[in-house]
């Protein structure tokens, strides 16, 4: 226990520095007038300075990824976002993302974005697949935290992480190859491709990425496939943009442990021959074209997907196929002008969204997989929204919302007895936040805003006594301030977000309810970064949350697999101009287990602290590097289920080493 404090306390002494340094003239950027430029995000669907807005953003920059040595969006994510995560039980690289204390459903309550195009899947158990986004074709990620209805949809309860591709057109050629091993038999080779034309209007790129590895435990043997193209174009007021990504992924299923197999060996398996396979087609483009003061966007995407898996374990004697194929088509314009001696931006829109799904071999309405079934599943949706942004001489800035969001799902079982189900909600978010510049670099601002999300098709196809799941409701309210300073900036943010009807699993973990009790969310989110000279920068955030329910019989009860405080601290050292150090410290306090509603459970998921390390060395086109995770070797898990008939630890890796070669040219 004394050692597990000295590293949280380490992670928030370092935090606490970053503040401490942001509020001290800035040697080093006293000597370096040449700020960097600012940053903008997509919050309102078109670039705007995050400074001045009133949201709670955090954004990730191409440079960084490069500096990190992360190889997809999701490590991107939770290395440098500070998102707290848990690995998924597939076997793959996909960790659930965990914005905002939502435990077992954080997937189903935060919208995952490509370019502006969902990506979200809209059954259980799927994480977006942010793994199959190679780092060389990211531009920036943007992962803004709370309910973000208006824009984004339902599901956005917690809040959007918007993965943006590169769609710079600077003439000439330039590529990157690169290989690499790690522990586990593990191996990638990536390849990148980028050739802007001769007349600086347009650009392809080419990405491929290939990665096997045996894995941290037996029947946890993985391998991805990756293909990527893009092509961007950009000329006056027109531009156009184009992506289309290929993923096929497989791996083994080695399923959960008892308690007494994890304490006797963590790397076993009870479950050898199960296995799970995925692949998947994306293909998005986008458009714009600005006129005066008007600019008219279009964006539309497709995606086609097919899961596999065979739970050998269970008795299943074939594969169970899930076909998925989705397509949204996003019309909007935007308006930027004068209105006397303030400033206008108006956003309006319209989501056009299709999600057809067909599974073959489902589980049955008893939750045994006794019969073979098949389920077919729909979804439609049409929704309008607007956004008026006012920013007035005062340097106040006023920004008020609201969308309309028409859905219709529907789901049938074809069995000895057909069960046919049809959902038709109408569905309404809004917002009302407020800005205002108390100097140059210092912003402070309040946020008012509501989200929903409907059940998706596992979730209402599997009800509990027959109850139909309602659309769970939020509201949240927020408070921050922003500094930046030079090379130094900061954020804080206090947030209350209340749920109504939350959506989640029962405590059988074999059906779906709403919460009869309302659930709250409050805390504190701290993030930072400061060049404290040339050759060093820190940065980090801590979270402290409280995620309980508000009311009824489990009023005060704490929300299973949430962490009441985490935290990171990264630390970049130049050693020389051709060699740097990265190392990065992670913290999460303890957890309820899965469906402990009651938090009547003997133990808990203990806290973790991770030590992460990186180091790189360049000379000219060629970059070494060595880098190595949990470099302290602790064992952790997540873990399910407590008290029941039945227990589910899901062991992480151990200490993983990596090493790894790339030539640029």
């Not at 309210?477 to 930046?484: A, C, L, P, T």
């Not at 410290?585 to 009651?598: K, L």
Request: charged letters at 20%.
């Amino acid at each position: 226990m004394k050692k597990l404090n000295l590293v949280r306390a380490a992670s928030l002494l370092a935090c606490g520095a970053i503040l401490s340094a942001a509020s001290l003239p800035s040697v080093y950027a006293q000597s370096n007038p040449s700020a960097p430029p600012e940053i903008v995000v997509t919050a309102s669907r078109s670039e705007q300075d995050l400074q001045t807005t009133p949201v709670g953003a955090t954004i990730i920059t191409r440079a960084q990824i490069e500096a990190a040595g992360v190889l997809d969006a999701n490590a991107a994510i939770r290395k440098i976002g500070g998102v707290i995560a848990r690995s998924d039980q597939y076997g793959g690289r996909d960790y659930t993302l965990d914005l905002r204390g939502f435990g077992t459903t954080a997937n189903e309550n935060t919208v995952v974005l490509v370019d502006g195009i969902r990506i979200s899947e809209n059954e259980m158990g799927m994480p977006a697949r942010l793994s199959g986004i190679a780092a060389g074709t990211i531009e920036r990620i943007e992962i803004l935290r709370g309910g973000s209805g208006v824009m984004w949809g339902e599901g956005a309860s917690a809040g959007v992480i918007n993965i943006l591709t590169r769609k710079d057109a600077k003439a000439g050629l330039t590529a990157q190859v690169g290989a690499s091993a790690e522990s586990y038999a593990g191996k990638e080779a990536i390849a990148n491709l980028r050739l802007g034309l001769q007349s600086g209007k347009d650009a392809i790129d080419l990405s491929a990425r290939s990665f096997s590895s045996n894995g941290y435990r037996d029947n946890n043997q993985s391998s991805q496939d990756v293909v990527s193209a893009g092509y961007a174009y950009a000329d006056g007021g027109l531009s156009f943009r184009a992506r289309l990504n290929h993923d096929v992924s497989r791996a083994g299923l080695p399923g959960s442990l008892t308690l007494s197999q994890l304490q006797t060996n963590p790397r076993q398996t009870a479950t050898p021959s199960d296995w799970y396979g995925y692949q998947t087609t994306k293909l998005n483009a986008g458009t714009e074209y600005r006129v005066s003061d008007w600019t008219f966007l279009l964006d539309g995407g497709v995606k086609v997907r097919r899961a596999s898996y065979q739970y050998l374990s269970l008795g299943a004697t074939s594969p169970t196929l899930t076909d998925v194929r989705t397509s949204q088509l996003s019309p909007r314009a935007v308006y930027r002008g004068a209105m006397g001696s303030s400033t206008l931006i108006a956003t309006t829109g319209m989501d056009i969204y299709k999600w057809q799904y067909t599974n073959d071999g489902a589980f049955d309405t008893t939750g045994a997989r006794t019969t073979r079934t098949t389920r077919t599943g729909d979804q439609s949706s049409r929704a309008l929204y607007t956004m008026l942004d006012f920013l007035l001489p005062t340097q106040t800035r006023l920004v008020a919302g609201y969308r309309l969001d028409n859905i219709f799902k529907t789901s049938q079982n074809a069995t000895t007895a057909p069960l046919r189900m049809n959902v038709n909600n109408q569905l309404h978010a809004s917002e009302l936040s407020l800005n205002q510049t108390v100097r140059q670099d210092l912003d402070v601002y309040a946020r008012v805003a509501t989200s929903y999300r409907s059940a998706n098709i596992d979730e209402y196809t599997a009800w509990l006594n027959n109850s139909p799941v309602l659309p769970q409701t939020s509201i949240d309210r927020e408070f921050g301030i922003k500094q930046r300073s030079g090379s130094t900036v900061i954020a804080g943010r206090y947030f209350i977000q209340n749920t109504a009807n939350e959506i989640a699993q029962d405590p059988s973990g074999f059906a779906n309810w709403n919460f009869v009790d309302p659930t709250k969310r409050s805390g504190i989110e701290l993030q930072a970064s400061a060049a404290l000279s040339p050759m060093v920068t820190l940065s980090g955030n801590v979270q402290s949350i409280k995620a309980q329910f508000s009311g009824g019989v489990y009023a005060g009860k704490q929300i299973p697999l949430v962490s009441n405080t985490t935290a990171s601290a990264r630390a970049s050292y130049k050693l020389t101009a051709e060699q740097s150090l990265e190392t990065t410290v992670r913290y999460t306090s303890a957890q309820y287990f899965g469906y402990d509603y009651a938090n009547t459970c003997s133990k808990q998921i203990p806290a973790a602290r991770m030590l992460d390390a990186l180091y790189r060395y360049q000379v000219k086109a060629y970059e070494v590097s060595f880098g190595v995770n949990n470099l302290t070797n602790i064992q952790t898990y997540s873990a399910i289920n407590c008290g029941m008939e039945w227990e589910s630890y899901y062991p992480d890796p151990s200490r993983t080493v990596r090493a790894a070669l790339k030539y640029n040219f």
